[in-house]
């Protein structure tokens, strides 16, 4: 599903974050990395999704060299493939909860009644009219837990999802996370901090100065 | 529900587009209402002018009727004796001979068009000039006491056929039968029409015509034959086809048409900046969410779209409001107005309004054009952020570093700086307008490295108070966001100052200008108005031997067509020494003249126009001969626009025996009050017919005219500022609005919601106090190219430069005042929400 191959960047100040990074997701698998604050972790997430690009080394999703695309093409393939769940929730206020989880089946101009399906997934049922200004941090979450498996993406990339939650709430998240991304069939990578929230990938793995390794 | 990709993305496109404008429809519908003012005003100042020029040129051309030339003299009247050459010339069909007056009417202030034709050759050529009489006098087209109104002209005069009228003639009046009507004459078009011979004779026209309109043979080449037809009269008369009444009738009122069509611009110009603001705020403010699109799969074209169709919405909407707006503003004022403006180049003209799509369509392209622009620089950051920078929060100010580059600004206000030295173009100030707007943009462009010099300099002082640290700090260290604000400041307040200072040194100008060319003691005019009233010799004699009065400076005024195509001259006959022109005149240049030669004294108008330069020896159409004469100085002059020309008064008889003159200055004997002399001066023969004035009382009532031509100036200028203002109150409140996390972190950390506003009100005044400090050094060069290149070019004339400084003062105060109420306004709405939700919103 990916594969990571040598993986070399450094920010533009000269200091290198990621130092010969290799790993090969399989299909369905669900992998947490842990590591320092500031060894790179983001950046991984970043350059997987080609938002960013690596200085040297090469990223292959569902067998493309993700070098090999343009800015529009990469921004097709996460449109279509991939998923995102980040810290800070990024839920558009001025939507509706049905509206945000349906914005990926917009952007590939899918069925949009799956958003309501979704969001009886994650536990919001009925409440597709509601703004996000209505719900707590949970809720939010979940919220976007659902845009990011609504399209079913190969891929979710996770940057610390529950670093925001309180222990119970980011217990349960975890749970949904993972339920979805079973029944999706879909890979993860999970950054987090959290040794709580590692548990609940199927692997965890350690990003430092030296590469990525199994804990 | 499936939908099609491109359906898909138009309803993401929806959604984006109506949650941002429920989430903050305030903002949308200022943004909305700047536009559709804009170009209200815009559109309805043109449809105004379209009309009224249009009205205008076509009662002009209704003299001309179906004729294809018309010929005309250099001076107002020309020797009849050139009627039966160009009657029996080869070529021409028809010729129809006709005498133009403008009569004086006791106790009004504006003459009536005495029209004399032949008329049976005008019922060919000019059948709307043919008047209809009763059914019981069919011959009264030609009887000699008889004159054919227009329904203005019954309307004026408050008669109907068969009452009468009275006229002017020298002192005297004649008493007219109004024996029909002008069917076919324009809406507010004041004529009468009376037989030719009947108007030479009632008005001492004898063997003058005024014009002859000529129908030519088909198959004639009408060039050719224009050309022939002039070399062959010697330039003693003018050979004008329907192009050249246009081009003349167009140049009377263009300058002033375009000018105040710009004026109104403005207002549009500030409703873009308006756009530019609200849109890059919102951007800003939204910088994240675009952010996120951009991770989920939007693409940066997709992106850029959607931020400009934003604008364009906003534009598109504003634009069509305003097309609807204008329209209904235009009839209203010309319903209660008329056609005037205030600048009296349409008098009395009733113009019909008529919806013209094209002109629609091009200031509703103006409108969406300025709102697509203001949303441009927006949508290009929008679209090319880097997504995954963009997404952490904090990185609001990056998305303006780009205008803190100093060099597009830098580059523009060079440009704009030569431009002023461009001449104008086809008689307009085209590269003194795009100087004006290259500076002002510019200018504005430079404010956010500017600001970030100035308060990085400010935050050095050394200050143990933390408010103001914070205060100092954010200013500093966001120079861009305060860049924004700042721009909305400087761009109403610099336009303002640029206007107050044109309109103060024109005003000023023409005050001292009004006491250098009214030195006597009285002024006498033979009638307010028209060209048939004036002065005999012996009349003279009487004025001049009347008691109580030492000197008397007679002035004749009559006019010279020096160019077709172009309005006639002011030519102005009175006592001047070459030694002491000074004293006479508001002289701005003189040289030495040869002792023999012809002097005569041009305003400013006749070197740009006719390239009448100090020493030069030109030709003058006078009394049917070219005469050598040399310009012996050039004089200011506000009150003709096309050209004036002074000459002695003996040299002026000498060359044309006319002795008649229209106006007289009088000084008086010491111990003589003004108003003894006009008793005097009333009680002879004529006296009760002439006009009297004393310089104070002409001053005041010239100062009147000015200001009311310059309502429609104030109004525009206040509607440009008010936009303004509703720019800095927009702007302000978003980026207060948009802080309400940092300041719902303050009141965590302690800080009182007093001390909060009172930071929201210093950022605010600093801010405003900023950009009234650049705004007054950019509207202060924006006013010095309006003083020394617009108006010259425009208008042929100059003016010293007068700050206004009472007034200035006092609109900065008002702005800034509106500046920290606006702040606190919305820094009071921004503390109302929960200090807890504040912190944990996400966006």
Known sequence: MLELRHLTKSYTTGRRVLNDVSYSLAAGEFVAVMGDSGVGKSTLLNLIAGLDSPDAGAIIVDGIDMAALDDNAATQLRRARMGFVFQAFHVLPHLTLQQNVALPLLLNGADLRRADAMLEAVGLGGRGADFPRQLSGGEMQRVAIARALVHRPALVLADEPTGNLDPDTAQHILLVLRDELRSNGASAVMVTHSHAAAATADRVLILSQTGLRPA | MRLSRLGSLRQLSCWLLLGEWRAYPLRALTAVAAIALGVALGFAIDLINTAAYNEFSAAARSLSGQADLEVRGTQPTFDERYYPMLATRAGVAQASPMLVLDAAVSGQTSPLKIIGVDVMRAAALTPDLVGVPVADRPFDTLADDAVFLSPAAMAWFKTRVGGRIKLRVGTNSVSLRVAGGLVRARAGQRIGVMDIGAAQWRFQRIGQLSRVVLKLTEGVNLMAFKSALARATQGQLQVLQSADETSRSASLSRAYRVNLNVLALVALFTGAFLVFSTQALSVIRRRSQFALLRVMGVTRAQLLRQVVLEGGMVGAVGAALGIVGGYALAATALHFFGGDLGGGYFPGVQPALQFAPLRAGVFFTLGLAVALLGSAAPAWEAARAPAAQALKSGSEEGALAQLANP??????????????????????????????????????????????????????????????????SRLANAPGQAAIALGGVLASFSLMVAMAIMVASFRVSVDDWLSHVLPADVYIRSAASGNTAALSPAEQAMIARTPGIARVDFMRLTQLNLDPARPAVALIARPIEVSTAANALPMVQTVAVPAHSLPIWVSEAMVDLYGFSPGKQVRLPLAGQWRDVVVAGVWRDYARQFGAIQMRLADYRSLTGDTAINDAGLWLQPGTTPAQAIARLKVLSFGAALEYAEPGEIRTVSLKIFDRSFVVTYLLEAVAMVIGLFGIAATFSAQILARAKEFGMLRHIGVTRRQVLGILAAEGGLLTLMGMAVGFVLGWVISLILVFVVNPQSFHWRMQLHVPWGLLTAVAALLLLAAVLTALIAGRSALSGSVVRAVREDW
């Open chain 2, 407 to 472: 060099w597009p600004a830098l580059v523009l206000l060079l440009t704009g700086a030569l431009l002023t030295l461009a001449p104008p173009l086809d008689d307009l100030p085209i590269f003194g307008y795009l100087a004006v707007a290259l500076l002002l943009i510019g200018g504005i462009a430079l404010m956010p490295r500017l600001a970030g010099a100035v308060f990085r300099w400010l935050q050095h002082l050394p200050t143990t108070h933390a408010i103001t640290t914070l205060v100092l």
